[in-house]
């Protein structure tokens, strides 16, 4: 066997070195090298490349639409933009647990009319055909399982065979014999995904990749094939909520705006078709410290409860906590409470939470929130008809925000009776009577109109 060249690369200027070193000499950043290893070419594998290359024109390119792969998870495709694409290379990453290896094995039970290969190097094929079991689906056909980490056997298993779809779980325990580094290794990693992107783009098939999503060291996940890939997918929720989110983090055939929701049961993941009703159900009537907003995810409208919880601090420090929403931006929030509306707040706890385990990011649920704040730190509940939508400025002013007819529909569909809006949406915002509207220029105009 020929020998292999170890060096080392800073991943963050691209210095290389012929060893490891803790800080790097060009770019002063710490611990960022990275063993990178020369391999020799495999000999027996095809490269791909043609005898023949030439530039192109545009007018030599013909137009080709690429049918997608419908996958019957509604969900699913609308986070891939419309469905699968054929050759496509996608990344599907995620904390382990959270159950990326259930939904890859759902959408090959969808795929009914597809022969899904699916490569499983972590669980042995008597675990994932327990987990289909719980699915329901040890009947079905299309699907062939492979329990192997070493990539050279899989190419050769894929080659001979004919499968339409293949989804490798997971990335990290793939290795190229060739390759004196340990599977899960940036080379690795690397490597492997390079060599199935080829497979991917040569043959047509597109393949799924799963891959853990680490933490602390971002640098020896999946992070280091973002770049190579198609798409890339996060599946996230978190611990103790059924609710999981699928994310397009990058897509090139698609946008990366629109989100899916599952909600994980003891027979696996299930579409959530009405996102709104699911986060409502367990909203607390006649509390305070409760606001509904409508927040824009992807291109739907989802009504969420955002409550906060204000209470006198006992002793030191006032305490601030924000689950679901930006920790800097309630810190603003409180600021603007303070000093427009003057709230007196540095003496007490605040508790921010978003119901149902989601994240929300979008500045029109300020006013929700402070709403809120107001609310439990008046006792006074807000109006359980109402929904708030807003930006807040730090004049205190109310801002305005985007896809206000989206919003205001889905509240007026899930019988909501007023919305309260940002006053200058309103110019170009024509109501159709379906809920009333009442624009609002300032907090404290808006927090009188919810909380009175
Ligand atoms: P899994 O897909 O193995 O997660 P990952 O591949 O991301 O590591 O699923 C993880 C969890 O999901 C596991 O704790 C069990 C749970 N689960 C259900 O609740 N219902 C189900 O039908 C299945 C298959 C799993
Ligand atoms: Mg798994």
Redo the contacts with the bound molecule.
């Keep these: 066997m020929s020998k292999n060249l170890t060096k080392y690369v800073c991943q963050s200027c691209g210095y290389v070195s012929p060893r490891w070193i803790g800080k790097c000499p060009n770019c002063s950043e710490w611990n960022t090298f990275v063993e990178e290893v020369s391999a020799p070419v495999r000999a027996s594998r095809k490269t791909g490349v043609t005898s023949k290359i030439e530039p192109v024109s545009f007018d030599q390119i013909e137009k080709e639409d690429v049918p997608r792969i419908k996958t019957m998870l509604n969900e699913f495709d609308r986070v891939l933009g419309g469905g699968l694409v054929p050759g496509s290379l996608v990344l599907l990453g995620?904390d382990?647990?959270?159950?990326?290896?259930?939904?890859m094995m759902q959408l090959a039970i969808a795929l009914k009319d597809q022969a899904v290969l699916y490569v499983t190097g972590e669980e042995s094929v008597r675990q994932i055909k327990l987990?289909a079991e719980?699915?329901n689906a040890i009947s079905a056909k299309n699907i062939l399982l492979l329990a192997e980490t070493n990539l050279d056997l899989i190419l050769d298993v894929i080659d001979s065979g004919t499968p339409d779809l293949v989804i490798v779980d997971s990335i990290q325990t793939m290795f190229r014999p060739g390759l004196e580094s340990a599977p899960g290794s940036v080379s690795q990693v690397r490597e492997s995904a390079a060599l199935l992107l080829r497979l991917a783009k040569t043959r047509g098939i597109p393949i799924f990749l799963?891959g853990h999503v680490t933490k602390e060291g971002a640098i020896a996940g999946p992070k280091v094939i973002e770049h190579m890939v198609d798409t890339v997918l996060q599946?996230e929720g978190e611990a103790h909520y059924a609710y999981r989110i699928l994310r397009a983090l990058k897509n090139r055939f698609g946008s990366t705006n629109e989100i899916g929701i599952f909600e994980?049961?003891?027979?696996?993941l299930r579409e959530v078709l009405n996102p709104s009703e699911i986060f409502l159900s367990e909203r607390n009537y006649g509390t305070s410290g409760s606001t509904v907003v409508a927040s824009i995810e992807g291109s739907r409208p989802i009504l969420v409860e955002v409550q906060a919880l204000v209470t006198p601090t006992n002793y030191g420090m006032p305490q601030r906590t924000s689950t679901g929403f930006d920790y800097r931006r309630l810190a603003l929030l409180l600021a603007v409470l303070e000093k427009r509306v003057g709230m007196n707040l540095g003496q007490q706890d605040v508790f921010v939470n978003v119901a149902g385990g989601i994240r929300i990011d979008e500045p029109a649920v300020d006013l929700g929130i402070a709403a809120s704040i107001a609310s439990s730190l008046r006792d006074i509940p807000v109006d359980s008809s109402s929904v708030a939508v807003g930006e807040i400025g730090l004049g205190g002013e109310i801002r305005t925000i985007g896809q206000i007819e989206k919003r205001v529909h889905e509240a007026a569909k899930l019988g909501f009776k007023r919305i309260i809006v940002p006053q200058h949406n309103l110019k170009t915002f024509k109501p159709n009577g379906e809920i009333e509207i009442i624009g609002v220029d300032r907090i404290e105009k808006a927090i009188e109109a919810l909380i009175g």
Excluded at 96 to 103: D, N
């Design positions: 995620g382990p647990g959270i159950g990326k290896s259930t939904l987990r719980r699915l799963v599946f994980m049961h003891d027979t696996g």
